[in-house]
């Protein structure tokens, strides 16, 4: 009956499939889900927030870029949990708000499907479901793990175009050797490009909820142009693995195993603070 | 195109018509009305409060009383005037919500009509519709006009058991004339009672939203008990009037005539600072 | 010196036990007491909220009735631990606050006794005082443990009518043999009704503050005409169990073995983020 | 000494110039401009709320689309009344802020230019400088004035794609002349079109900032793929006036004579009630 | 029955007369007076703050300082209009919180005096009444009328001093020939002094509320030092008036003729936003 | 990766070297400082508040008296712990924060120096440093661990005026033997004194940031004229201790083996809830 303290933070990378859909997925957020969501976790769940993205940069689509908001939780537990599944009341998740996000695909029978709920909201969009992507979901700690560069980076020395990122080695790489080629081959080389503020790096918890995605990234720039020359020029020097998905860098599937969103330093909503109920425009 | 500044307080007098509605009734105000209606009026509209009633007293449905809520505006602007009329988005506001309030019969027919918006709503329930109660909404100055008791009463006297309630004089008597009874008889009983503590009265802005009631009253006791020996025995002492509607005081007709809210001085709910959305309980 | 995180969920069941005495109650809830236990608990208790409850339907006083609100509390470590016991301000609570909600018995001897505290306070209204109720304070785990009914339950589904009660068996049956009549007499009965639409229940954590009340159950209903049918026509069927402390169901004895309160879906005051001092009405 | 009460509305349609300056001009507004902003009117502005534009839709631009915010405030009072000039504190206004608008042009010389201040902020950008777009802010009636579509729509009858625009009718052509096109072939060519919801317009109070833009319009649809069939297949049927500046609908040059937004229905900040300082992402 | 919009700003000095009352003084403030105090005036009053002033500055007393905090409030109509005179509850106050703020002499008499109201609180303190300093409630338009000197100021430009005062000209000088000195002699002293940032100044509407005093002012420096600098050396070369009460600057009788804020830049207390009750420290 | 569940309080007693400073360093804590922590320990603080000191007392300089504000922190976790060495930004810090507080020295030198940052800026002002004062940040348990008067005092006994200070024996002294002294001589007698209302104790958790620092007291009065009777006079009677490191009591050497601040009950700045950005006077 005892449960552990976990402090975790999560990452949800939503995208919105369609423009179509933007304005159907932004008022089922607010109008449904943000609501229902702090119904639910509001006594274990510390901060809950929105950031929005900005838009996908030249050549972003190669990065598994999505386009709609990063969802932050910072937990006290983890959310698995078996005792945490009984809810009084189930949250409002009709299958086309998945459609929507592009896990589901866009048919008739997608639609008439049942309402989702937990694990099987979460496993939508698994690779293989023809025309989907994945439902990035992902653990890590609290605090990030290690850094690589600017360090005494303050909210002074300018804003930051944020590239923050989840990766997962190819079917067969082991996260060691993996991560053997990203902190001999890949982080030095941003540490040494005149564009590169900041390299943050932790470890993704895949045991909570089972994840295939492993590390998670953020690397800062000025903006989308340098951000662009150093993914494009300045990382032709970074040896190709050789379990390349890819011909070219991040040498990673896009969506499957790299998935990519761009932020500012921009606070979004923090729901807890900031929500008051879906009061449109005049 | 100029329009005048005239601050008002409203008030409406909500009723719950059968205990079975009550949730619904709560549902439809505080998941639908209250983010639509700071949505449309936010910006001319400088207060906007809900104060929860304290359960009807004994003998209280002699003094035509309502049960759920009342419902405080200010505005700066008079919200009758054309100028107001086109709106972005119109109230959600199924008939259903209206015969949760007693203002439309509770029949299927009447569950099947349309969807009512402003005078349609505000004229339902009017005397010689069978079964139901008058829309009670009445518009008074910012200000209490006038008071007669009472005046130095600060929150460290005590709490108030607040009697509100409005009046309507008998087909075919006027203002003048009831007034004329209300102020050398009525009051003046009231104000001689020990049970009261104070007396606060405004004429009410007939011509804003032709509404039928003329007076609006608060006079205040220690509680239902104090009330109710004011109201049933010390009343004994004033002079009915040639036009009385029933035979003892407040020889007017419940609902029609006479409609009464009690509240205690709690805050209800300040929508503007305090509403964040509908979060049920876990 | 150190401290268990023990996230735990705890409810007062609060009454007045007059109406004279309720404009009184909230008085003291509103202006005294939810602001200082805001001061001494805010560290330390995620989520503190008030559920005002629906009025008592037909025959509830039989289910051991109250008629004020839950208080719910989110508590990250036990509140009763020892480390706790010192406060730098204790709460301002006089007696009469006790009488108001039925404790301390309607007396001067009472209301001349001294300022209650912690332990004092909740040891009020114990079997044997006469005229008094018990003071109900149940800690349960912060989720729901078990549920029998309702599953995918959303807010879209209609709005519910919840039925939440806490029981203690009757002097001499164990728990063991009371849940066991619970699990496969009572609870099969109301999975089977056709106005039953969610059961959920946990198991309580006497240990905490040595509450007699065993387990505390929630039965949501569409209004209270269905509660009604359900437990008054239908639980005819339910077998009364050889030690029952009254001829029918629920076969236990009002306040001291069961105890309801009935609440809609609607949000309460959650006072950390809507509690902003008591302001008046003008 | 006295000032008018003179209830407004106003709309100022933000653009970013360069994705490459969309995190630097978010910084400047929410880390600078709204507290400064807040600071200035809070007394006499009743609501400031910013709304998220949609993404510019295929064939936008003819429509002299803009993609960042749409910056709404309700004044109690004329801004423009030269009671209000003198301010304690002046708003942070570098050249670079009307650069990433794009009403500056994006030259050394214009970043080294004066901070810019009132009537000086508002005149960047008019037609002839080149590169560079009209800073708009329009002032209309606190209430839309005209509706021709949808009057009873309420949030339940789904989202709306919503369309705002300004515009201003070519040289030479007077409102009057312009309006009675807009009248008798445009409105009613929307009013018949399937895909359209609701059309709202009022008449842009020039006189209060001397804008050249004359109407405001809003037309909704069920998403962009109606938008994009109504203006450009639908409106064929429009007769093109013989002042027309384009060769097809709308007939009016972008950014100079049609300046469009696309918004949903969502609330964006309302920052009284939202704003609590620039919190970055951790 | 129409009230005239009038936006107005009022400014109250308030002082705490000894340092063993400032805890007290405080309480009152923040425990009555501030939630009964938006309780009355929230629909008609559009911002409500305090401002904590900084320590009285060396040589301070010459110029009528006080030590407390300004309350601000910004009026959309004339709160002394008889039609606002009537008031459900009236505010708590003590003669001990007159005493504290040194408008009523520290005697046991005084204590012993009945509550305040209204007029009564705001003709405490006045000249005569030995020991004691006149009430400060003064009247501005809701804009800075004249302005002298740091027009393009902002608060990137660093962080101010701000030295607010109301002056008063000596009994038998009439208001034009007091100004007629301070806009000839003193104001273009203190724009030549290199220590001043900014001038402000309006002319206070003592129709309102029949305060003496005459005119609202703020000069602004970088500390302390340069306003002692600048009041004590520099203002040398300001000719004495012939009127002078005293003999060096500012010729004006301390706390009678002229009363000295200091305040900094800082926000203090926005009530509406950021009041949430007495929430004292663990 | 787990990181242990540990309550803890901190306690920061900032200073304003020279009133010079007192704007400048507010508007670094509001404007820069604030939102910058927030959005660091938002997830694991559950309360960050600021009490502004009551001014210093007669006498206060010979207890180390600080006079600009405690700051509070509610920590979940030890924020000493490396796992929460990496941030993605770190504190706007400047050297001259820390020369307004008197932890760096007044010098050009000091001023040019490098950004500080965590350790650094804790171990600032370290005794030997000329003409600076500590860095006072202590852990205490998140409750008083012994009382020894008062407890059953409420807010409604009266405003307090609470002496809160932290002690560090002398060099050479052990804190058992410091203690020793304390509880049996001084204690005792505050205990006896008729101006104490009441004593709270803790011992710091040095090991958390190894301050030197060994114990927090609170010690409340009526006033600061009980307070100066109770250090002044009373006691006179306490024994001096062998190891005393002043001649008079408390025997101990200001700012760096006692540091004492006085504030009142009154809530300071609850940033959580009340924070809304840096918006000025106007």
């Known amino acids: 009956m005892t449960i ?3 402090p975790m933070r999560s990452l949800i990378y939503v995208h919105c499939a369609k423009e179509k859909y933007r304005h159907k997925l932004q008022h089922w957020l607010y109008f449904h889900h943000i609501p229902e969501s702090m119904a639910q976790f509001e006594p274990y769940v510390s901060k809950y927030a929105y950031y ?3 838009p996908v940069p030249e050549d972003g689509a190669r990065f598994g870029t999505r386009n709609h908001n990063i969802t932050e939780h910072y937990w006290l537990v983890n959310p698995m949990n078996p005792q945490l599944k009984v809810k009084a009341l189930c949250e409002y998740m009709p299958p086309a708000a998945f459609v929507w996000q592009g896990h589901l695909p866009d048919t008739p029978e997608a639609l008439q499907g049942e309402m989702l709920q937990g694990d099987d909201a979460r496993s939508t969009g698994r690779e293989g479901i023809a025309g989907t992507i994945p439902f990035v979901w992902v ?3 609290m605090w990030w ?3 690589f560069k600017g360090k005494m980076r303050t909210l002074q020395d300018g804003c930051n175009y944020r590239w923050q990122f989840v990766i997962k080695y190819p079917e067969g ?6 991560d053997k080629w990203l902190f001999t081959e890949v982080i030095p080389a941003f540490q040494n490009m005149p564009q590169v503020n ?4 932790s470890s993704i918890m895949q045991h909570v909820n089972q994840t295939p995605y492993q590390r998670l990234l953020e ?3 000025d903006g989308p142009d340098e951000w662009h020359e150093a993914v494009t020029v300045e990382t032709a020097k970074i040896k190709k693995p050789v379990w390349a998905s890819e011909p070219c860098f991040p040498y990673l599937k896009p969506q499957t195993e ?3 969103m761009f932020v500012s330093d921009m606070p979004g909503d923090e729901h807890y603070a900031q929500y008051r109920g879906y009061i449109p425009m005049r």
């Not at 790489?173 to 993996?178: D, I, L, N, R």
């Not at 900041?198 to 790096?201: A, E, N, Q, S, V």
Request: glycine letters at 4%; proline letters at 4%.
């Open 145 to 147: 793990e290690e850094e």
């Open 139 to 141: 653990f890590v700690p």
């Open 258 to 260: 790299i998935v990519s």
């Open 173 to 178: 790489v082991s996260k060691e050797e993996g």
């Open 52 to 54: 929005w993205v900005l």
């Open 198 to 201: 900041r390299i943050l790096t």
């Open 219 to 221: 690397i800062w720039f």
């Open 4 to 6: 552990a303290f976990e």
